[in-house]
């Protein structure tokens, strides 16, 4: 088991956290949370190969990580206030009751 | 190398299963930063040192502060605390799931061959992040960029409250009535509120 395949089983772990919180939790915000943790382990594993790699050359992993970074940031600025309106009309942000898209 | 490794990935995934299994919110934000402070150490190792900064910077600082003010202005109480059957059956499930998917996942990765590591570490300097980006990426350098904007707008208008403006609230709930329809939140808005109401 070389140090490449050790990263993958780490990213692996931590994105099967991310999925288990995502699934488990019926709170808007743990959920959220869950898919963050989700796309850092995708994040983790573009640094693991462009480390590791056979065939890594210039800084391609560290690009595409600091695109992904800033994709999940501006998704987690949206969920956010997606979070706070559907709070605003039902007082409560559990998943199981936000089953109507009009407001 | 590999101890250290162990060190980082024990850390992170002890500080994310924590703050998954935790019943107060603020106790899962603050374990997510330790969380993603473990993630940066991990860049830090690997050699990456601009992201782990930009992870520190926009994890740690920036997403960790949204996080911790929707759990502050979402609370009705802090923990959680409905319990019931049906959600002890879906933590049942996706523990289920999740193990699969590790065990899937683990095993494609231990069965496959990567070929050989590089014999000197690629390097990232600034500089060089600078040139790509500037250079040949500097299309999805703007496309970024006008992802951000939009999002930000987007996020400003979903989370702008319409609620200290009457008279759009006032328009918005005549233009329900004119369709013959009027919900307890027009009926609301229209109605002088009194009381609880007012107070919220």
Redesign the interface.
Known sequence: MNTLQLCLVFSSVLFAIGLMAALARSNAILVLLGIELMLNAANLNFVAFWRFGPASDGATGVIFVLFAIAVAAAEAAIGLALVIAIYRHQKNIRLQEATRLKG | ??LV??II?AF??AS??C??SRRN?IH??LL?IL??AG?AG??LW???E??AF??VL??GG??SM??L???L??R?SIV?P?VTPA?RS??A???G???A??AV??AA??NTS?????VH??T?EVR??GF??MGP?AG?LLV?GV??TI??I???I??A?DRENPRAVGASARSRMGKGELST?GRRAVLPVHGKDAAS
């Open positions: 190398m590999t490794l162990a990935a992170t995934l994310a299963a703050a998954f919110l899962s934000a997510l969380t993603w993630v991990f860049y690997a050699g990456a601009f992201v930009a992870q926009i994890y920036a997403v949204i996080v003010f929707a759990v202005l979402t009705r959680d409905i959600s879906r933590v499930a996706a523990m799931v999740g193990t998917v590790v996942l683990v990765v231990l990567f070929g050989p590591e590089p570490a690629p990232a060089q992040i790509q980006l990426q999805s970024i992802i951000l999002a930000l987007g996020a400003t979903l989370a409250s939140a």
